[in-house]
């Protein structure tokens, strides 16, 4: 079936530093979601990427959907210590009753 | 708040015991979902709803029954539950499903089975 991998499942950075983490779906995608996910919280929806190539940004994250439709990305830049969280990406795959398969998600901790 | 809620936000207990978590949301939406959530698992997709109408069950388990007695309310009924049952429980609601805009997610119910 329809697998969407993030890998790895966990990343620690410094303060400041830049972070990146992708997701990859064994089939094309109609669309792509990302969210995120506060230690003790709820997956929240960040943003939804539909056309190929293409590039949103909300404030210092810039999410970017794959010229295939197949994988996307996630940057933060200088990241911060409220950036803590388990990010999952989630798509649609192409065709009709589709559903949305989330990935196992990367959580990502901070060091002040 | 979300929008979603649910009730209660943390239940435990006993393998004989019967209990039902409740869903509630406020925004209109047509599709609601349960989704399990156990540690180091990708979110488990349980039941879909669609207009008050099941639409999708991922072979779950019949100790989970779910209700939508209305396109704003979901229940999930459980009875009998393993210990391995134990998850964070998670309601969601879209305007249509598949969704085209994203879930929202309400705050989750924690289910210990002791």
């Known amino acids: 079936g329809q697998q969407v991998m993030q890998i790895p499942q966990y990343q620690h950075v410094q303060e400041g530093e830049d972070f990146t983490t992708y997701c990859n779906s064994s089939?094309?995608?109609?669309?792509i979601q990302w969210y995120k996910q506060r230690p003790g919280g709820h997956p929240v929806f960040l943003i939804q990427l539909v056309k190929s190539g293409e590039v949103k940004k909300q404030k210092r994250l810039t999410f970017q959907f794959g010229e295939a439709k197949k994988n996307s990305s996630l940057h933060i830049t200088a990241t911060q210590t409220t950036d803590v969280g388990t990010y999952f990406c989630a798509g649609v795959m192409a065709g009709a009753n589709s559903k949305l398969t989330f990935g196992k998600g990367i959580t990502l901790s901070v060091r002040p | 708040e979300t929008g979603v809620t649910q009730t209660p936000r943390h239940l435990v207990m006993g393998m004989t015991n019967k209990k039902s978590l409740k869903c509630e949301q406020h925004l209109g939406h047509n599709a609601m979902y349960w989704y399990k959530q156990s540690a180091k698992k990708p979110l488990e997709l349980m039941f879909v709803?669609?207009?008050?109408?099941?639409?999708e069950n991922n072979s779950v388990p019949s100790r989970f029954s779910p209700e939508c007695p209305n396109s704003s309310h979901l229940f999930l009924h459980l009875h009998t539950l393993q210990p391995e049952d134990s998850a964070l429980y998670l309601c969601?609601?879209?305007?249509?499903?598949?969704?085209?805009?994203?879930?929202?997610f309400g705050s989750g119910t924690r289910l210990t089975v002791v």
């Open positions: 089939t094309t995608l109609s669309n």
């Open positions: 969601a609601s879209s305007q249509e499903t598949p969704p085209s805009y994203g879930y929202t």
């Open positions: 709803y669609s207009l008050e109408e099941r639409v």
